[in-house]
Every structure is written in C-alpha cells, then in structure tokens.
C-alpha cells in the first residue's frame, strides 16, 4: 500500500518502460515491459452478501469486534435469524473506520489524551482513507443504508511534488506534477519517436505498425509533428494564463524543464502509466467521514445488540459451544452461544487467551502489522486552494517521515479545512510516534512551511494516530509475506471448532474495508451452512 504508487500519467506507457527498457532497442522486452504498468491487482470479488437460505438449527453468534466484519456479519445473521451478540471493547461502533471530529478522544499506549478541537462540521479520517469504485461490498453498504458520497480527488496534476533528495535545479523546489509529467512524458516520447524513425524498431514492427507508433507517440507526448520535437503543452500550464482582450490575451505558455533536470529531480519515480488497480484518479469518500458506514450499519441492528465498553478476557469453545468472558467496567460476565465469528486483530487477539488450537496460534503469528501513523492539521485559511488552485489530491515528498501532505477533497472554497499532515508507514511510522502530538504536529507544520509559503501561519491545531499504539489495534493492518500467505493464511480461512476469523487480514485486500467486509461475508457463508447441518 505504497502512498508513493499514487502518482499516475494519463496514459499507458509507463516510466520503467522509458528509462529501464529503451537501451534494449531491438529486443522484444521493449515492447513487453510496458504491459508491466497495465498489471490489474486483485480487486474486490463479491458485490453482494451471500443468501442465507433456511433456519439454522443452533442460532446463537457472538461476534467479537465491531469494526466492519463484525457489523456486517451481525447484519447478516441477524437478518437469516440468527440470536447475535456483539462484543465490542470501544464506547463506539467501526474499529480503524474513525473519523476525527471535535469531541472525539484518543490515548495511545504510553501516550498521553488527546482531544480532538477541530472546529464544527471539520473531520480527518484517521483509519481508511477512500474507496475505489470496484471495491462493490462497500459500496454495497453505502447504498443499502443511504450513506451518501462524494468524490475523492486522488491523483491531482496541479499539486506539487518535492524531492530534497534530488540534484539539479529542480530538488528542494514545490514543482507541479503536471509539469513533471507532461516533460517526462514528451521527452520520453520523443525518443521513441526518433528512433523509430530512424529503424531501431524495424526488428519488432512492419513498416504499417511503424507509423501507426509514431502517430501514437506524437498525441500521447504532443510532440511536433514535423520533427517530432517536444516544445511543451498547455497541459503542463502557463507563465501567464490566457484571459480577456490583448492582455492577458493568449496567455505565456509555460517552458519545458530539460530532461537531464526532470530525470535528476528524482521526481519521475512517482510517475506512472497508468493508476494501480486499487488508487484510481478519482474516488469515493463518505459525506461527512468514513465513520459513517459503520455507523450506518451499527443503526440497522437490533437496539443492545452490541455491547461497547466490553473487553474480551478469554475464548473458550467445547464441541457444542462457545464460551466468551468479558470485562465492563470492571464487572466480570461469562457470554455463551453456539458459534463464534470473531474479528478482533490478530496482533490484539494473540495477546488474549484465546483457547484456539496450536496450528490457528502457529498460523496468527506469521502476520506482521504495519505500523501507520496519520495526522490532521486544521488550517485557518485553505491556501492551497486560494494561492496555489489545488483543489484536493497529494502532494508527495521524499521525506518518509511525511510521505504525503493530502488537501482535502470536500469544503471547498470554505473557509477553513483539514490537511493530512503526513501518512507514513513502517520505521519512519515507529520513529515518529515516539514523539508526543504537539511535537508531531510541529514536525508536520515545519516540513510544510517548505513546501506552502503560508502553511505555519495558517495553522491553527491537530490531532495525530498512530495505530501501532492503539491497544485495540496494534498496527494499521495485517501483511503477510509470500510464504505465510501460502502456509499459514489459508489455516486461519477455516473455522477452528466453533470459531470463524473475519477482518481485512484474512483478504487479499488487506486494509482496505472491502477486505473485512468480504471476509465476513464468506465466513458467515460457512458458519450457516453448518448450522444448517446442526
């Protein structure tokens, strides 16, 4: 889930095709490593819950979470008669699916409360970010209970990339991804171009082909068409825009960069050919924050049904069935039902006694979770917008502490509004949350001073997660690498006894709440047809 996978060019060939492959002119891997940026990863399969047909014969669930999977297999079982209880450790329904909003509160572990001061009506989401449009199961949800959305500008060419770590007159300077794009691509193009014309490509295409290439080359990077130079584009912007009269008139266009700059900036690496599978140019976003799926869902159960506040202490399980005991507010309680669908984390799961057998634990403990940290800075006045026409999107950096400083995509030409501040994930997440929420934030501010001229004085306050510190979560989401996905993922698929694992990590949509709503949706699938057995 590479924020840095983000960046995408508005057509299909890709910069590894340009820089890596065009040395090997004459040999077929030039043609073939293009199709490398068409790669499709695995999307969202299932559009719709599976039907639970019949009444089953021992009906009572304890679902534990309630984050998506579990709301969604509540939902589910409630409605094919199933008797659910839902544990749930928060005072509050969606797990990592929060929004940050004035109220709302958090302690990390060995870290001190914060409490949210956004001003009304401002949000960030701190856990899942957007939705892709063939992520359906969501989407499922957000139409079934009439969660409106709204666009999510992923993938901005008016916005800014900063590259410190670069040479050339280009490092260390806020340029437009538009302009890096439309000179990546021009010049790339151009060289295709040429070298076809002059034979290099006549090994691997008739002379028909030939030409029908170089008249693709000549529109994808608007090159001359005489001598297939590359001069610029409107599309990568204007010195002076056009306007009304003699002057502003028709405008300056603005120069190209030279390409021994673009390729030393270091800012082609975020440049691809086309958008990953899971990171579209445009996505979803609930009105008003992500929360309001979860909560939409946890409205469309029956009232009492979940039980906030309440701490799982043990799992036990018999052949006939489940044993759950819970803490609230310190009370003890012993919860029994036939099945259990249980969704907690496996980073937080592993550290309850469980009772689950020696392969499930083996199996828990080869899925590592990301360490993640986001923070949200309200901004007095929304510059981005008023000095800079950036109007959502990203900008990204070579900076992984900061990974990227996202505009919001809603509010706009309000006011006031909230940046994500930063986004960073692995060591640089672990690095930075050792820091307290006013020294985040100060880290965040300061980094983007370099990049908007107004960003400090426009900053007003933040609020900061990191969820490796969260005890309910323990890390942002479950990854497995090759060989535990091929040993130990599919162990953790099947029900051990009474007992079925849902979640986002138990998906090859990890992170994504596609993921644990699909998840659910199998593992209720299965649970029911062998309640239907008895």
């Not at 589910?76 to 709302?104: C, D, H, M, N, W």
């Not at 009474?498 to 998840?519: D, K």
Request: net charge neutral; charged share 20%.
């Amino acid at each position: 889930m590479s924020e840095f996978e983000y960046g995408a060019l508005a057509s299909g060939l890709t910069r590894r095709f340009f820089l890596e492959k065009l040395g090997k002119v004459g040999g077929t891997a030039m043609l073939l490593a293009g199709m490398d940026a068409l790669g499709f990863g695995i999307g969202s399969a299932m559009a719709a819950p599976p039907k639970l047909a019949g009444t089953p014969k021992k009906k009572k669930v304890i679902v534990l979470g309630a984050g998506n999977a579990g709301l969604s297999s509540a939902y589910e079982l409630t409605k094919a008669g199933y008797e659910v209880t839902v544990i749930e450790a928060r005072s509050f329904p969606g797990g990592r699916a929060q929004s940050a909003r004035k109220g709302f509160s958090l302690t990390e572990l060995g870290g001190e409360k914060q409490t949210c001061d956004f001003d009304d009506g401002l949000y960030i989401n701190i856990g899942p970010w957007r939705i892709p449009y063939h992520h359906h199961s969501t989407l499922h949800y957000t139409k079934l209970f009439n969660v409106p959305l709204e666009l999510f500008n992923n993938d901005n060419d008016a916005s800014f990339l900063y590259m410190e770590k670069g040479t050339g007159p280009l490092a260390g300077k806020p340029i437009r991804k538009g302009e890096i794009a439309a000179d990546a691509l021009g010049y790339s193009s151009e060289i295709l171009a040429k070298l076809s014309r002059q034979g290099a490509l006549d090994g691997q295409l008739s002379a028909e082909d030939k030409e029908k290439f170089i008249e693709f080359m000549v529109e994808f990077g608007y090159l001359d068409k005489k001598d297939l130079s590359y001069k610029g584009t409107p599309g990568r912007g204007y010195l002076i825009e056009p306007g009304a009269g003699t002057n502003p008139g028709p405008g300056k266009p603005s120069v190209p960069y030279k390409l021994n700059d673009v390729l030393n900036s270091g800012m082609t690496k975020l440049l691809h050919g086309v958008a990953d599978w899971d990171q579209q140019r445009t996505m979803f976003q609930p009105v008003q924050g992500m929360e309001q799926i979860p909560k939409a869902i946890a409205r469309n159960l029956p009232p009492g049904m979940i039980r906030f506040n309440t701490e799982v202490q043990q799992i036990r399980q018999s052949p006939s069935g489940v044993t759950v005991n819970v803490v609230k507010d310190g009370q003890p309680e012993t919860i029994t039902a036939d099945w259990c669908i249980c969704t907690i984390p496996l980073s937080v799961l592993k550290g309850i006694d469980n009772g689950l057998s020696p392969a499930f634990k083996a199996a828990m403990e080869k899925c590592a979770y990301a360490p993640v940290g986001k923070i949200g800075l309200q901004m007095k006045r929304r510059f981005w917008e008023e000095d800079h026409s950036i109007y959502g999107g990203h900008v990204f950096c070579d900076n992984p502490d900061i990974n990227n400083i996202a505009m919001p995509s809603t509010g706009w030409q309000s006011q006031k509004g909230v940046l994500l501040g930063y986004y960073n994930f692995g060591p640089s997440a672990a690095k930075v949350s050792a820091k307290s929420p006013a020294d985040r934030a100060a880290m965040a501010v300061d980094y983007g001073q370099k990049i908007f001229p107004a960003y400090k004085e426009s900053f007003e306050s933040s609020f900061s997660v990191a969820w490796h510190r969260v005890k309910y979560n323990l890390g942002g989401w479950g990854m497995w690498s090759d060989e535990a996905r091929a040993t130990a993922y599919p162990v953790l698929t099947e029900p051990d006894g009474r007992i079925y694992l849902a979640g986002e990590h138990l998906s090859y949509i990890g992170g994504w709440q596609a993921g644990a709503f699909e998840s659910a949706w199998q593992q209720v699938e299965r649970l029911h047809a062998r309640a239907m057995k008895g």
